[in-house]
């Protein structure tokens, strides 16, 4: 679940249906290519290993930079392999030989890179005194029989690898734990440096030091406290200890602005300028719901998510009323009805272009956090008699889950019989399906 810069708002987080961590790759028949990231010296390298001949390899992943939507991997990385060159082919990143197959060794030298992709995690995060994290993601490839394949292709294929990182014995910390070596690193990011960790702290926190004294001070308390709340709220979610790391990249803007994302065990914060120098109510909520929103996913998004993503209304709205939730106890000066209207506002423009489903396919992934924050509020209202509420829904959908992936059927089967009327459930499907004047439904919906 990534997060595209915007006025310290999340976007449309990656959350903005972005899609989700990829879990396993490929067949246990197909043999995995073999990847480990490492520093030599001073100089980061990455040996690919490959499992099977090709005259193209294509990284699955191969998001363009936002500023100037151009390739990032020429920036940021060199290829030492003789006779091998790294190119553009349509929509990836390739590498190909100068003739016949590409070697079953490449190996490459990079420069750390923390730039914002479109749609994609950022391939490095570096704070100020130095210390970085690494994305794995990206060192993920798959095989192609020809350079005209790639150039036909429009979506990624899942090729399995093994992915390793190493930094010459320095700490790191994966999935919450410290290491000398991380291995299977898939989706993730590893973060090199040593960091203070208490036994009874739920979350490992890495501020960069560069950050406005208030915002670390106010993170180092607030996010721990989240986690715990919610676990009280839904119950243990599946990931080890989950990691928060947030950048700062300089006070030049004139404004406030934040980027982010949430992979599996960890959310990113990038906060930038001048208005952040200086603590104002405004940006203390819009910071807290933030981190609540990203740290809702540890259990609506990971612990249970949805099925397809044309119904990710059910993780990223129920996330946003989650973190609203958060905010509003936090500071019960936030305006929660505010939030709630402009969700309303929102999801009524969204439904009167399509249905719910179609969202993404209209580039309008806006729709999933309104209309979806507006059917956990249904719930929420439904519980309230019994002393129940969203969270206490929540904490049901996971108990009662077998796979971890719940459909929008299963979801308004749950949300009966936790007390949401049948009519009301009858509103919510007519929502989801769209092309109305969706105002009268969704006030009806949410009416006493």
Partial sequence: MKFLPVLFLSLLTACSVNSPPRETRAVAATPANDVLIFREGDEWKARFRFAADAPVWAFERSALLQVGETPWRPESWEVLTPGV????????????????????????????????????????????????????GHYNLFPAESREAVEALREPREYPAHISLTAGGAPLLFEGRR????????????????????????VATILDPGLPGWIS?????????????????????????????????????????TGGSVTPGLITMRLEGKQLMKETPDALNRM????????????LGQTIGYATPDEAWITEGGADFLAMQVALRADPAYDGKAFMADARGDCVAA???????????????RAYYACGSLFAQAVDKAGQPRGKGFPDFVRGLIESDADGKVTGAEWLKAARAFGVSADRITRIETLIAGNLDAAPAIDALLGD
């Fill in 179 to 202: 290491v000398t070596r991380a291995d299977d690193i898939g989706d993730n990011y590893v973060y090199i440096g040593d960091v203070a960790l208490s036994p009874d702290d739920p």
């Fill in 351 to 365: 439904l009167a272009k399509g249905s719910l489903a179609d969202a993404r396919r209209r580039n309008d992934q």
């Fill in 217 to 257: 001070a106010r993170l180092r308390d607030f996010t721990p406290s989240v986690f715990r709340g919610f676990e009280a709220e839904m119950g243990p979610h599946k990931s080890n200890r989950p990691m928060v790391i947030a950048s700062w990249a300089g006070a030049d803007f004139a404004g406030s602005s």
């Fill in 85 to 136: 060159s790294l190119v553009r082919i349509g929509d990836f990143d390739v590498f190909v030989a100068a003739k016949g197959h590409v070697p079953r060794e490449v190996t490459i030298r990079f420069q750390p890179l923390a730039k914002d992709l479109i749609a994609d995690y950022d391939p490095a995060i570096i704070l100020s005194d130095g210390t970085l994290a690494i994305y794995g």
């Fill in 288 to 299: 807290r719901w933030f981190i609540a929103h990203e740290a809702a996913h540890f259990w």
